[in-house]
């Protein structure tokens, strides 16, 4: 079963001359319980294509399906409720609340969303001791490495058991130790969690982690690796 599922995607920036096209006709199922890296170079298209996936940006044609449910026509408070509910997200940024803990910011969503997803204990202490966070839930993201920080995004955006991680550049301001450990979380979260996690990288290293690897070229997919490697992938 796919967890999501793109269809002729296409998505143009602007319109006249200043028209930019970011999407030419991307078509790809990322099956349920697999870990996929989208690599290509600088303005191919992998920021925009997550933000479609993701629901955060709408597409000038074609589809998106996201466990099942086709994402245009949605309308926005719907289109809000199903990525708080399905999709968890993990960016570069971190994105974490300065003046709260870490336990804090891990359990945000759920206050969120607002009792419709209830704490699970047993949930939450399995990610928090896989993440190696056991000892950091009431330091602040001041007191934390950079790794520990992203590992406190991880841990939050799989809080509310989504059906889907989207993760932006997650290693891209880590030093390659904690790089490893988060990508290592990632692929365990997915096959042992079940998680489907889509990466946007420019590395090589983090996209050996992934069980597949997508090239974008000019807002199209030119090559799809199986069980990528290191070298296979420079
Ligand atoms: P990548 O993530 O691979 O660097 P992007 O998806 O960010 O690529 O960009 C793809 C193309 O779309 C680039 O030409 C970029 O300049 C353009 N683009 C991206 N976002 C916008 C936007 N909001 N407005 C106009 N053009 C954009
Ligand atoms: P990335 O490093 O992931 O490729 P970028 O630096 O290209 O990201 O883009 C960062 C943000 O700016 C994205 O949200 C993207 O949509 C937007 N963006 C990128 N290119 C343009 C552009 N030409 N005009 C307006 N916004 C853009």
């Not at 629901?55 to 998106?64: H, I």
């Not at 982690?209 to 992938?233: C, I, N, Q």
């Amino acid at each position: 079963r796919a967890a999501v599922t793109a269809r002729d995607l296409v998505k143009v920036y602007g319109t006249g001359d200043a028209a930019v096209t970011a999407l030419n006709g991307v078509s790809l199922d990322f099956a349920s319980g697999t870990f996929t890296a989208i690599m290509g170079p600088s303005g191919s298209g992998k920021s925009t294509l997550m933000h479609c996936l993701a629901g955060l940006d709408t597409v000038t044609s074609g589809s998106v399906l996201l466990g099942g449910t086709e994402l245009a026509g949605l309308g926005d408070t719907r289109l809000t409720l199903l990525r708080r509910e399905r999709v968890g997200f993990v960016f570069q940024a971190f994105n974490l609340l300065p003046t709260l803990t870490a336990a804090q910011n891990i359990t945000l969503p759920l206050d969120i969303a607002g009792g419709r997803r209830a704490l699970d204990p047993a949930w939450r202490d399995r990610v928090v001791d896989t993440l190696g966070l056991r000892d950091r839930l009431r330091h602040r993201p001041s007191q934390l490495s950079g790794g520990q920080q992203q590992r406190v995004a991880c841990a939050r955006a799989l809080i509310t058991r989504p059906d889907v991680v989207f993760a932006d550049e997650p290693t891209g301001n880590l030093d390659s130790r904690s790089g490893a450990e988060v990508l290592s979380f990632l692929r365990m979260s997915v096959h042992e969690l079940g998680q489907t996690v889509v990466m946007v990288t420019h590395d090589a290293a983090a996209a050996s982690y992934a069980d597949r690897v997508v090239f974008l070229r000019d807002g199209e997919p030119v090559e799809d690796m199986p069980e990528p490697t290191v070298e296979r992938v420079l």
